[in-house]
């Protein structure tokens, strides 16, 4: 009998429209692959077309039959049963395989020894993991929020602890099945950088049918594995937050809206009983604030009932005007939610850090009513970085979002300097949202820079003096840096410390030692409270060229104005004596 890498086992009932695809995906697996279908009472054609398959591939697809309908926990077992590989991946008969994913999965396993191989779901949807990871804790990484079967496990793990699929249920069995394997696997890898699985469109939608009181009776399964398996402490507080944030406190979003009044009543209680034996201060602890607030509301259906409304509200918002007003800058706008009249909130403007930034968000009061809102952000100890400007409206406790966006995006506010930092408000480029940049980081920051004075000095110094503007007003001192030159051709950059004077005026001596032939062009280099900034220099009066001997070496350096836009550059020639000599003779 040849060696099986992976036994794909596909339960099959009612999916003739999708089960070539299927079948054809998995044959192309460039591994020693088994298919093991099971048909589970299809009355579509799909049991012939997987006779089909199996009389032109024999000893690849073999096909197992229940008398009848049966469920997919009890067509999964059965083909589990007669699985001979070392790996087993679960398949189900309206999706697909993208190419090379077995391959990829097992080379994966037998690097690492991994009982457990997720692979990255094609489509829309949040990513999981941004690159390949050999060894995910089960810890301390998202891998459990993933409880789908659709992975590679392996073989002998499952034989071991006796993991199978629960064949009384007919919705969650993966889900039980895959939370048990997880509290048995030494080693958990991702394959991140691949489309694996390409699931059925239709997934969504069968998941949301789902009646909220019979999937909170069949999540007592799972979490009761993780409690027999996991000893109480961290491991298994984040295994149950898990359960209590996707399976439990979910249904008391939309789905509970939905529900009649007995059945809003059974959610409650069906989640009170949960809370009983499970909730944990380490769990609750992991929760987010308006979840907590959701389990404080348990015994108020009517509460929970707003709460529900204000989670399925929308949040409507306009920014119709932002200005300076001196160094604040002032916010005009509307802002609710669409979830009813009588939906009582409050209204602040909310900055949060673009970014793994270490300071929190910055929250600021406004005047609301009617709709409308106005207020002011003082930014003046607000640290450097980038910030996203956000509505915040505040109901029954849970504070909703919105970023903050005008009709027109033409209109943003010119930079404003607040002591020695530049603050740029602006736009984002794709949404047209509302941003704030405090020194430089991602907008540009207009300044000004000209020379005022110019001209030789002893030792054959260029002497500069010159002003410089930020959004047009004068920095404060220590705002001016250095004088750079960047030599045009290869890039290399030549820095000289200037003199900072007050009003933004700046004075500067430059040698030339060590500059090589080229055309050097001047930048000046400022600091408004982030990266350095560089503004190209107006050239001003004229200077005239400069020439002297040092050693054997002409040397000549000819400041000029760019043609155009007038900006100073400095041609630089060295020239040794003999190749002077040599055209003075020719």
């Known amino acids: 009998m040849r060696q099986i890498d992976v036994s794909v086992v596909v339960p099959v009932r009612d999916r003739r429209p999708h089960l070539d695809r299927c079948l054809t995906s998995l044959l192309v697996q460039r591994v020693a692959v088994e298919i093991v279908a099971v048909d589970d009472g299809s009355a579509d054609g799909g049991g012939e077309l997987l006779d089909l398959y199996a009389a032109h591939h024999p000893g690849v697809v073999k096909v197992l039959r229940l008398d009848r309908p049966m469920g997919a926990g009890r067509a999964r077992n059965l083909g589990l049963a007669n699985a001979h590989g070392r790996y087993v ?9 993208g190419p090379g994913t077995l391959e990829r999965m097992i080379a994966m396993a037998d ?9 990255r779901g094609a489509g829309p949807g949040p990513v999981m993991f941004e690159a390949d990871t050999d060894r995910a804790p089960l810890g301390d990484s998202p891998v459990y929020n993933s409880l789908s079967c659709c992975k590679l496990f392996r073989r002998e793990m499952l034989t071991a602890h006796d993991i199978t699929f629960a064949e009384d249920l007919r919705v969650g069995e993966d889900i039980v099945f895959t939370s048990h394997a997880y509290c048995h696997a030494g080693v958990i890898s991702v394959v991140a950088g691949h489309d694996c699985h390409h699931p059925s469109t239709g997934v969504a939608q069968k998941n949301g049918d789902r009646d909220p009181v019979h999937w909170l009776r069949m999540i007592r399964r799972p979490m ?19 359960h209590f944030r996707h399976d439990a406190l979910a249904h008391l979003g939309a789905p509970f809206l939905a529900a009649g009044d007995v059945a809003r009543k059974e959610i409650a209680a069906e989640i009170a009983a949960l809370c009983e034996r499970w909730l ?29 409304r204000v989670e399925a509200s929308a949040v409507t918002r306009r920014l119709t005007e932002v200005a300076w007003a001196g160094d604040l800058l002032t916010l005009r706008g509307e802002a609710a939610l669409d979830g009813g009249p009588d939906l009582d909130f409050t209204v602040s403007v909310l900055l949060r850090p673009r970014g793994p930034a270490a300071h929190g968000e910055r929250s600021f009061p406004v005047w609301s009513g009617g709709g409308r809102f106005a207020g002011v952000i003082d930014l003046r100890d607000v640290p450097s970085g980038v910030w996203n400007v956000h509505v915040a409206i505040t109901c029954e406790g849970v504070t909703r979002l919105g970023r903050l966006r005008p009709e ?19 736009f984002t480029r794709v949404q047209g949202n509302l941003s704030i940049d405090l020194g430089g980081h991602v907008a540009a920051v207009p300044c000004a820079a000209k020379i005022t004075e110019a001209g030789w000095g002893r030792g054959n110094r260029l002497l500069l003096g010159g002003r410089v503007t930020v959004g047009g007003a004068a920095p404060g ?3 001016v840096r250095r004088l750079v030159w960047r030599e045009r051709r290869s890039g290399h950059e030549r820095g000289r410390a200037v003199t900072d004077l007050p009003g933004g005026g700046f004075a500067v001596s430059q040698g030339w030692e060590g500059f090589a032939g080229g055309v050097w062009d001047a930048f000046l280099e400022l600091d408004l409270g982030g990266p350095p900034v560089r ?12 020439a ?4 054997a070496v002409r040397r000549t350096v000819r400041p000029y104005s760019t043609s155009g836009r007038g900006r100073l550059s400095v041609a630089v020639r060295n020239v040794p004596v003999r190749r002077a000599v040599r055209r003075l003779l020719g």
């Open 548 to 551: 002297w001997w040092r050693w």
């Open 477 to 479: 001192s220590g705002t």
């Open 89 to 97: 991946f679960f398949c189900d008969a309206d999706d697909h395989l």
């Open 535 to 546: 503004c190209r220099i107006d050239a001003g009066a004229p200077v005239p060229p400069h």
């Open 111 to 119: 690097r690492n020894g991994s009982d457990i191989v997720l692979g």
């Open 408 to 426: 027109r995006t033409d209109a943003a506010p010119g930079p404003r300097l607040l002591g020695d930092r530049a603050a740029v408000p602006y």
């Open 224 to 242: 009761e594995l993780v409690a027999g398996h996991v000893p109480p402490g961290p491991l298994r507080d984040h295994l149950m937050r898990r």
């Open 280 to 308: 944990t201060d380490g769990v609750r602890e992991r929760l987010s604030a308006p979840e907590r607030r959701k389990l404080a509301a348990l015994d108020d259906i009517d509460q929970l009932v707003r709460l529900a």
